[in-house]
């Protein structure tokens, strides 16, 4: 469910705002005719506070675009955060899964684990393969990228999670992890150098 769409620029003078947490409630109740509780809407406004410094600290250009969308399960929700821009090299897209979980509690089986957030235990799959997932449906729903060739990654951030031990039992998954890189809180400088294109990036709109 696509929740917001826009420039970065925009994006950062409205993301300690009350209305785009409100703006996000609006799409939520129009898409599923229920309404958000409060303690939801507390972890999206911490969610993109992480997210408006990490865009600050990659000194992202202002044209740039992006795209927050809500993916909800029957375990989880969480945020797939779409950068879009045009560089000198082409159209480019980055897939950024943004996930709150601390530890995980246990591999359940081949390729679901048990991860804890905020005491609760969730079930979830490898997060490069949900990643792997929607980069697929990305390719599928943006229309620019079916007109014209689009270089599209992704990589996932446990920007709650320091824990070492989450890393290593994901990365046993090593070709996974290879394509899709998994990155702990307190390791952005990894995603600063992923996402280092943004800075000279422009018309993101109109690749989203």
């Known amino acids: 469910m696509i929740l917001y769409e826009n420039t970065i620029e925009n994006f950062l003078k409205s993301a300690s705002d009350k209305r785009l947490i409100n703006h996000f409630s609006d799409e939520y109740y129009e898409h599923f005719s229920r309404k958000?509780?409060?303690?939801?809407?507390?972890q999206w406004k911490y969610s993109m506070q992480v997210l408006k410094e990490?865009?600050?600290?990659?000194?992202?250009?202002?044209?740039?675009?992006?795209?927050?969308?809500?993916?909800?399960?029957?375990?989880?929700?969480w945020f797939e955060i779409i950068f879009?821009?045009?560089?000198?090299?082409?159209?480019?897209?980055?897939?950024?899964?943004?996930?709150?979980?601390?530890k995980i509690v246990k591999k359940q089986t081949e390729d679901i684990y048990v991860f804890e957030a905020d005491e609760r235990q969730i079930e979830f799959i490898h997060p490069s393969i949900q990643a792997v997932c929607y980069e697929g449906y990305i390719k599928e729903n943006i229309a620019a990228i079916s007109?014209?060739?689009?270089?599209?990654?992704?990589?996932?951030?446990?920007?709650?999670?320091?824990?070492?031990d989450v890393?290593?039992?994901?990365?046993?998954?090593?070709?996974?992890?290879?394509?899709?890189?998994?990155?702990?809180?307190?390791?952005?400088?990894?995603?600063?150098?992923?996402?280092?294109?943004?800075v000279e990036a422009k018309n993101g709109k109109r690749v989203l």
């Open 36 to 42: 958000i509780d409060s303690a939801t809407k507390t």
């Open 54 to 77: 990490l865009i600050i600290n990659i000194k992202a250009n202002d044209e740039a675009g992006i795209r927050i969308d809500y993916v909800v399960t029957s375990n989880y929700r």
């Open 84 to 102: 879009a821009a045009n560089t000198c090299e082409g159209n480019r897209v980055h897939v950024l899964e943004l996930l709150p979980f601390e």
């Open 147 to 164: 007109e014209e060739k689009i270089d599209i990654s992704s990589s996932v951030y446990f920007y709650e999670s320091s824990n070492t």
């Open 167 to 198: 890393f290593d039992i994901l990365s046993e998954e090593e070709e996974l992890v290879k394509e899709v890189p998994i990155i702990l809180c307190g390791e952005e400088e990894i995603l600063f150098s992923n996402l280092n294109w943004l």
